[in-house]
């Protein structure tokens, strides 16, 4: 077991009480559902800086239950520093419930776009980092399910023929119980990867998956080119016990979820890339 899975343990030691004491003080009876997912970004050491830079982040949550609990969480950061250029974002979603008759959903996205003007017979290149980490677990199957989806992509874009140059993107889903699990990885030819780490475990009532990829990107220009760089992430977990019916009580983004969160901002993020 690596340094980067014991970091997102510690993490769900962290924020787990959070969540679980600001729904219930749950008895050992009671059944529970838990999913997390969670995608971080780092660029730095570019070849130049950029002419415009636009960051983006969005997050929605939902939750539904009558007899049960259920809360949820979703947070999103961009930055985008000029000079000297350096990006990072970051999205975490997640979901815990207990007992039955609830449904708890959370999204959080972030993404940024930069454009810069390579000139002629120059060489355009990069430094990364990416994580994604991915969690759920159930106790009562087959009533009881929790789902983590995690999607990171970024491609670099020739703004004056209007194509792509070069991709990435990690995706990753945990379905407990189900069997469509996965952690995929895919780059083209110019980005190359010089560490890459995971682990997983799939099957059962407990599964996770986690990768941190580092590499560089480097492609040279024969004539002044127009680029961006566009990178969006996706983290989105569900936990249902089982599916609650229609004439329940419906809350989004509750002042406990807003009490829980803020807690949570209080407490060292033991997964970040800037560590």
């Given at each position: 077991?690596?340094?980067?899975?014991?970091?997102?343990?510690?993490?769900?030691?962290?924020?787990?009480?959070?969540?679980?004491?600001?729904?219930?003080?749950?008895?050992?009876?009671?059944?529970?559902?838990?999913?997390?997912?969670?995608?971080?970004?780092?660029?730095?050491?570019?070849?130049?800086?950029?002419?415009?830079?636009?960051?983006?982040?969005?997050?929605?949550?939902?939750?539904?239950?009558?007899?049960?609990?259920?809360?949820?969480?979703?947070?999103?950061?961009?930055?985008?520093?000029?000079?000297?250029?350096?990006?990072?974002?970051?999205?975490?979603?997640?979901?815990?419930?207990?007992?039955?008759?609830?449904?708890?959903?959370?999204?959080?996205?972030?993404?940024?776009?930069?454009?810069?003007?390579?000139?002629?017979?120059?060489?355009?290149?990069?430094?990364?980092?990416?994580?994604?980490?991915?969690?759920t677990s159930i106790d009562a199957p087959p009533k009881e399910n929790a789902r983590a989806i995690g999607d990171m992509s970024w491609v670099l874009f020739d703004i004056d023929n209007n194509k792509v140059l070069d991709s990435f993107n990690i995706s990753g889903n945990l379905l407990t119980e189900g069997n469509n699990d996965f952690l995929e990885i895919n780059n083209s030819d110019n980005i190359v990867i010089s560490n890459q780490k995971s682990e997983s475990s799939f099957g059962g009532k407990e599964e996770f998956a986690t990768v941190l990829v580092q590499g560089y990107l480097q492609r040279s220009f024969t004539k002044t080119t127009n680029i961006a760089l566009v990178e969006v992430k996706r983290n989105q977990v569900v936990v249902k016990a089982p599916e609650p019916s229609d004439n329940i009580v419906l809350l989004i983004s509750s002042g406990v979820i807003g009490i829980a969160l803020k807690r949570r901002r209080k407490v060292k993020n033991a997964c970040s890339l800037k560590e």
């Open positions: 077991m690596n340094k980067y899975l014991q970091s997102v343990k510690q993490f769900l030691l962290v924020v787990t009480p959070l969540l679980t004491s600001s729904v219930v003080a749950a008895s050992p009876a009671q059944a529970a559902t838990f999913a997390l997912s969670k995608g971080e970004l780092l660029f730095t050491n570019f070849s130049q800086s950029p002419l415009s830079t636009l960051t983006i982040t969005d997050t929605n949550t939902k939750s539904i239950f009558q007899g049960g609990d259920v809360a949820t969480i979703a947070d999103a950061q961009a930055s985008f520093k000029v000079s000297p250029p350096e990006v990072f974002n970051s999205s975490l979603s997640l979901a815990e419930g207990v007992n039955t008759d609830y449904s708890g959903f959370a999204e959080s996205q972030a993404g940024l776009i930069g454009s810069f003007s390579v000139e002629a017979d120059k060489s355009f290149f990069f430094d990364f980092k990416a994580f994604l980490a991915l969690q």
